[in-house]
């Protein structure tokens, strides 16, 4: 099982000191928290997409082949790539070059987004989402599997003997994972494939996405993939821990009453005790995590969510460190003794193995 962390760059000023980063700080902050990831013996990194502040990642392949030249191990993935409004052919052609660069130690997820806006920016209409979604989909499937691609859909011109370059590494395409937080549509899309779905799992109520999950694993297993249990499937979480409870409600409320998702809503405890949320100590992550799997079934990535809404690095870097030295070694150890047989081990490209 592969875990690791996620974040979505956005610029938020920290509340307890008013003062926001820049962009230019914000953007080096994700990539040692990447190389923290690392040398703590998380799995994972992975950052957003968006193309409007508060946010900085517009380019996620150029921070990811930044971040590939300073480690070593830790695979690179997104949260998520746009598939309606970029066009496949450059996803097809930039996400083969970092994984060359990365000699493999990459994989991406695919989703819509969650800004509206940006369809008219690319050219796009938001009410052709899920449409987009598919036939984006099905051509980047396409482009990395054959070399001379010859396609006409809706929604782009027409291909004549195309070849996208450079080719996979190794003729092997790089591992797709499908993030939804509503849509069928996208689960059958990722199970007709084969390819991994992604449950966003925070915010709503704990086991809001179980039935999503359902529904991939029998379509998984009716497109002749395997058995339901096989199906591949990644959580998402967030955490804000402390050696104690208290003083890590203590730490996240102002981060929590100002956030932009929770501030004015339920309460800290509330939400803490309803959805994925965890604030509190390593070993409330630990049960809390543990209870996901009793929610989802043996499951394959698990990132969590650990710069929310203004908190600084050093406090993000902190939260690393406690996933990867207290919580993470006995995840792995909890998930490998009650893991189904027949269930396989996480994707990997074989270069990177």
């Known amino acids: 099982m592969q875990f690791g962390i996620f974040t979505i760059g956005d610029v938020t000023p ?4 008013g003062r ?3 962009e230019h700080e914000r953007i080096k902050a994700m990539t040692a928290m990447a190389v923290k990831a690392e040398e703590v013996g998380l799995d994972v990194f992975a950052t957003g997409e968006h193309h409007n502040p508060p946010f900085v990642p517009s380019s996620p392949t150029t921070l990811l082949a930044w971040i590939a030249a300073r480690t070593e191990r830790l695979i690179l993935s997104t949260s998520t790539t746009l598939i309606t409004t ?3 052919v450059k996803i097809a052609e930039d996400y083969a070059m970092l994984q060359h660069l990365a000699d493999g130690r990459m994989d991406l997820m695919l989703g819509r987004g969650n800004t509206p806006a940006v369809y008219p920016w690319f050219g796009k209409d938001q009410h052709q989402a899920i449409p987009l979604a598919v036939e984006n989909y ?3 499937h396409t482009l990395w599997r054959k070399e001379r691609v010859t396609w006409e ?3 782009r011109t027409p291909l004549q ?3 996208s370059t450079p080719r996979p590494l190794d003729g092997v395409a790089p591992f ?3 993030g939804s937080v509503r849509s069928a549509e996208v689960a059958e899309l990722a199970a007709f494939h084969g390819d991994g779905f992604f449950a966003n799992n925070i915010f709503a109520p704990m086991g809001h996405y179980r039935q999503l999950v359902e529904f991939y694993r029998e379509r998984f297993a009716h497109h002749g993939h395997g058995t339901p249990e096989q199906a591949i499937v990644g959580l998402g979480g967030q955490t804000f821990l402390k050696p104690r409870s208290q003083d890590a409600f203590r730490g996240f409320r102002p981060y929590f009453d100002r956030s932009p998702v929770y501030g004015g ?3 800290l405890e509330d939400v803490a005790a309803q959805t994925p949320l965890t604030v509190g100590s390593p070993q409330q992550a630990i049960e809390k995590t543990l209870a996901f799997r009793e929610i989802y079934g043996d499951y394959h990535r698990q990132l969590f969510h650990v710069d929310h809404a203004g908190l600084p690095l050093k406090a993000a870097l902190e939260q690393i460190e406690i996933l990867g030295t207290e919580v993470v070694p006995v995840l792995r150890k909890e998930m490998d003794s009650i893991r189904r047989p027949g269930v396989p081990n996480a994707p990997r490209h074989p270069a990177a193995l």
């Open 20 to 22: 926001a980063p820049t």
């Open 265 to 267: 809503g339920p309460s």
């Open 153 to 155: 859909g809706k929604f």
């Open 138 to 140: 099905q051509l980047l």
């Open 14 to 17: 920290d509340p307890t000191t």
């Open 176 to 178: 797709v994972w499908h």
């Open 161 to 163: 003997h195309f070849t």
């Open 86 to 88: 970029n066009d496949p």
